[in-house]
């Protein structure tokens, strides 16, 4: 195994650490503000008010994960630092990630120049054989015909 001084920098270690720190400051920070939310009336979490320095930190967080993946040299201090090794951090980076997806904000969504495409073939992808919106505008007896049809009444049955 090569020596770990010899083939990555100090700022190369704190990176490594640093995940470690945001890690546990995301942790944290998720805590108070879910306890704040409860005491404003049980808003969402995406309500607060503060919640895009959440997505800042989500983001910094993804951006250490991602530039520690990139560092094979870096491996050996992962397996020694974090719990499960490089597998773990995979795993939790991929959950961070998503959640950074899920969540961002129409600027972010900006700086990607592939969102709009993303968006478009993440909404074509549902299931059109089943519209909830349909019969919407109906009258009612257009309506009733419907719902019979999809259950297998008949209109003698009634």
Same mark, same amino acid.
């Given at each position: 195994m090569p020596d770990i001084q010899n083939t990555v920098t100090e700022d190369d270690l704190w990176l490594v650490d640093n995940y470690i720190?945001?890690?546990?400051? %995301?942790?944290r920070t998720i805590s108070r @503000? *879910?306890?704040r939310c409860v005491r404003q009336g049980n808003i969402a979490l995406e309500e607060y008010k503060f919640y895009p320095y959440v997505l800042d930190v989500l983001e910094e967080i993804c951006d250490t994960g991602e530039a520690i993946m990139s560092n094979?040299?870096? %491996?050996p201090y992962v397996e020694?630092? @974090? *719990?499960?090794?490089?597998?773990?951090?995979?795993q939790n980076l991929a959950i961070f990630q998503s959640?950074?997806?899920n969540n961002q904000s129409p600027d972010m969504l900006k700086d990607d120049p592939n969102e709009a495409n993303k968006l478009n073939e993440a909404m074509s992808n549902f299931d059109k054989a089943v519209d909830p919106t349909a019969g919407?505008?109906?009258?009612?007896?257009?309506?009733?015909?419907k719902l019979m049809a999809e259950n297998n009444i008949s209109s003698e049955e009634s």
């Open positions: 720190v945001l890690i546990d400051y %995301y942790d @503000i *879910a306890a094979q040299a870096l %491996y020694r630092r @974090i *719990a499960g090794g490089i597998e773990a951090l995979q959640e950074l997806t919407a505008g109906m009258n009612i007896d257009d309506l009733m015909q």
